[in-house]
């Protein structure tokens, strides 16, 4: 199984991007993971050949299994977002592709008005939207320096989200190895 990340940030270092970075640490084995970095270089869609970032991106979603987006609290989305998403659609990338959808708010309505847009967003593409709101406190740490989830509420939530997009079969080993790998490749 073969998954596409996007963080809905243009900063490396945001909670968003940390998170997806996470993420991608907690998928089961066997699952190989690659984030796609190039939002910033996404200008609106137009008819015609698609920009070689979003080129390369449908590349990568043609051989992927599914996509993770983490996006900010924020009740719109980022322009960037909003672009690659409509390429994405214009092109038909994203029908029947499964996408789980993970927006982190320090207050519950934050979280839940990025994931509605982004559901209408993916939905509306053709996409089978799963995903989950996660609310965290700004107080607590949520990432050890290696970048991993510690705050075991948090990552509790990652993993059922995880489990929804990437069903766990009979006999195969558990999920949430978090120390197991680093991104499988580059999209």
């Known amino acids: ?3 596409i990340g ?4 243009l900063h490396a270092g945001s909670f968003v991007n940390r998170l997806l970075t996470a993420v991608g640490r907690e998928l089961p084995p066997g ?12 200008p609106p ?14 590349r990568s979603l043609d051989e992927a299994d599914g996509l993770v987006l983490t996006a900010p609290e924020h009740s719109l989305l980022p322009a960037e977002l909003t672009h690659t998403l409509g390429w994405l659609s214009a092109f038909g990338a994203l ?6 959808v993970m927006s982190a708010s320090a207050r519950a309505c934050g979280a839940m008005w990025a994931q509605a847009e982004l559901y209408k ?4 593409a053709g996409a089978v939207v799963m995903g989950g709101e996660l609310v965290l406190s700004p107080v607590c740490p949520h990432f050890d320096e290696k970048g991993r989830l510690v705050a075991c509420y948090l990552r509790d939530q990652v993993l059922d989200v995880i489990r929804q997009l990437c069903p ?3 006999g195969q080993p558990v999920f ?12």
């Open 176 to 187: 949430g190895d978090s120390a197991r790998r680093e991104p499988a490749f580059s999209a």
């Open 168 to 170: 766990v079969s009979v």
């Open 121 to 124: 967003e993916l939905s509306a």
């Open 95 to 100: 029908a029947g592709k499964h996408a789980a």
């Open 31 to 42: 699952v190989r993971f690659g984030c796609w970095r190039h939002l910033a270089e996404v």
């Open 1 to 3: 199984m073969r998954i």
């Open 6 to 9: 996007i963080a809905a940030s």
């Open 45 to 58: 869609y137009v008819p015609g050949p698609p920009p070689e970032p979003v080129a390369g991106l449908l």
